[in-house]
């Protein structure tokens, strides 16, 4: 099943002369509800390693690479070249494109004394704020591989509650 092939078609006169084309609506967004995100008993969790792809997870879970749609909704990937995580070559090549200097000070951070002391405070890398003793220094290169590092463990539905999410995106978009 193509994601697409479910989306209605629209009929739309471009150029005003009376001759309609056909369009997929691709304007439709569908979601998956946090209910449903939060239901841990549909996920799996797994670990994307360097280079996996959505299609390439969607074909060694679900025996199909065209259901990598699924993968990207559990997930909340909008953008697939910002919201899934890059190849470790990639993530290099982006790293020199962003920082003159990866090993420089990104940020400072310490953990909170009061209140939850499980947060950690970031400080900024600025010339305005007292560095406490105790502050932890983050590089470029460590900020930058934190927040790839969130991005590599994803929800997996379980192949039993495919066909199920595969009728309700089809009643959805259908509305």
């Not at 299609?55 to 953008?79: C, I, M, P, R, T």
């Not at 919201?83 to 090993?103: C, G, H, K, V």
């Not at 590092?149 to 066909?163: L, S």
């Amino acid at each position: 099943m193509s994601f697409f092939s479910n989306f209605p078609v629209i009929e739309v006169d471009i150029f005003e002369d009376g001759t309609k084309t056909s369009f997929v609506e691709i304007t439709r967004k569908v979601r998956f509800y946090d209910i449903v995100r939060k239901n841990n008993v549909i996920f799996d969790y797994y670990d994307v390693s360097s280079g996996e792809t959505p299609e390439f997870l969607a074909k060694s879970f679900y025996g199909d690479s065209q259901l990598h749609w699924v993968l990207l909704l559990a997930n909340n990937v909008v953008d697939y070249y910002h919201d899934w995580p890059m190849s470790n070559a990639t993530f290099d090549r982006n790293i020199q494109e962003l920082y003159d200097n990866p090993d420089a000070v990104h940020h400072y951070e310490v953990k909170q004394t009061s209140g939850d002391t499980t947060k950690i405070i970031e400080i900024p890398n600025d010339s305005a704020n007292t560095i406490p003793e105790d502050a932890v220094i983050i590089t470029n290169y460590e900020y930058q591989q934190k927040a790839e590092d969130n991005k590599r463990q994803i929800r997996v539905i379980k192949p039993e509650f495919i066909p199920q999410i595969k009728r309700e995106i089809r009643q959805l978009l259908r509305k």
